[in-house]
């Protein structure tokens, strides 16, 4: 009974490439978090999806982010043309439902921009 | 200020001493998380708490909605009990809202 599977757990990639994150959340989990670890810091909201939905992105940039949870197959985080700030760990969290989002965290991955 | 601010931000003990580390917010809640992040990275989540005290193991957390404060406890601590304790609470508006985490080191 696998949980929350993110990968890959590091993440090397130049100044200007695209960075792709993916998340799988635990079976039967319908509900998607992801949140921006930074340097030094606690850890912030980015997005909240469902299934083919986004419901709420007040926490992501507002460009060369973004997020999708298709039908079939993981979350995607997708950064676009990366830059040294966006050097974080990314973490995914699902739930069954809202209220237990804290429940089922994924281990995260390590993004360095170098 | 941050709306969920936690204390110390460092700690460091020895084997066996009982630990309490805190978190006070300012917003509205519906329920509060302690969450444990190891040195690899991963997080788990260790208690949700809407009020009063939970206790698992020699883990205890507790809440007092009035004052907007919660508490977690550690009871004869370990080594392996060394990682970063985040609280984090859920916003009467459905956010999720962390503090930046205390680290605590035990020594044996």
């Known amino acids: 009974n696998a949980g929350v599977m993110q990968n890959p757990r590091h993440l090397v990639r130049r100044r200007g490439q695209e960075a792709r994150l993916r998340c799988s959340p635990m079976?039967?989990?319908?509900?998607v978090y992801w949140y921006r670890q930074l340097p030094e810091e606690g850890l912030k909201f980015m997005v909240y999806?469902?299934?083919?939905?986004?419901?709420?992105e007040s926490g992501m940039p507002k460009e060369r982010f973004s997020a999708e949870f298709p039908k079939e197959g993981p979350s995607i985080l997708r950064i676009q043309q990366v830059v040294r700030g966006d050097s974080a760990a990314y973490f995914c969290?699902?739930?069954?439902?809202?209220?237990?989002?804290?429940?089922?965290f994924g281990s995260g991955t390590r993004l360095t921009v170098v | 200020k941050n709306e969920v601010e936690q204390s110390p931000q460092n700690l460091t003990a020895q084997e066996g001493e009982f630990i309490t580390i805190n978190c006070s917010y300012s917003?509205?809640?519906?329920?509060l998380h302690w969450l444990q992040q190891h040195p690899g990275g991963g997080i788990v989540s260790l208690f949700m708490?809407?009020?009063g005290k939970k206790k698992h193991g020699r883990l205890i957390a507790t809440i007092n909605i009035q004052e907007k404060h919660s508490s977690l406890h550690i009871t004869a601590s370990h080594p392996r009990d060394s990682a970063v304790y985040i609280c984090?609470?859920?916003?009467?508006?459905?956010?999720?809202?962390f503090g930046t985490g205390t680290r605590l080191q035990v020594f044996p």
């Open positions: 969290a699902s739930s069954p439902l809202r209220d237990s989002v804290m429940a089922y």
């Open positions: 079976k039967g989990h319908s509900h």
């Open positions: 999806l469902q299934k083919e939905n986004i419901i709420d």
């Open positions: 984090a609470v859920i916003s009467n508006t459905d956010k999720l809202i």
């Open positions: 917003v509205g809640i519906s329920a």
């Open positions: 708490l809407s009020s």
